[in-house]
Nanobody, 121 residues
Framework: QVQLVESGGGLVQAGGSLRLSCATSGSIFSIYTMAWHRQAPGKQREFVASISGVGSTNYADSVKGRFTISRDNGQNTVYLQMNSLKAEDTAVYFC???????????????WGQGTQVTVSS
């Protein structure tokens, strides 16, 4: 059983920082792209940032220069450092992982349960 466990959300004032973590546990052969998405109340889920297996990163325009995605391959964990937070960053943040459980198995796309980030203005 593969599990994604997110942590690090909370309440912060505008201009503050938070660091989200998403740890992947279980029997895993290889992890490929790791990403963060978010969903604000009444809105569709949107892409925030991604990092490939070789460390290439991609960001939504709305978070460029403020958020940094990173990964620890030894710990199968992806992080999202969020600085200069704004009220519009308030959302539930979800990690999203592409992985193979075994050699030759199908590529799977898994989602975490989400962690709430609330930025007060």
């Amino acid at each position: 059983q593969v599990q994604l466990v997110e942590s690090g959300g909370g309440l912060v004032q505008a201009g503050g920082s938070l660091r989200l973590s998403c740890a992947t546990s279980g029997s895993i052969f290889s992890i490929y792209t790791m990403a963060w998405h978010r969903q604000a109340p009444g809105k569709q889920r949107e892409f925030v940032a991604s990092i490939s297996g070789v460390g290439s990163t991609n960001y939504a325009d709305s978070v460029k220069g403020r958020f940094t995605i990173s990964r620890d391959n030894g710990q199968n964990t992806v992080y999202l450092q969020m600085n200069s937070l704004k009220a519009e960053d308030t959302a539930v943040y979800f990690c999203n992982i592409n992985l193979r459980r075994n050699y030759g198995s199908s590529l799977e796309n898994l989602w975490g349960q989400g962690t709430q980030v609330t930025v007060s203005s």
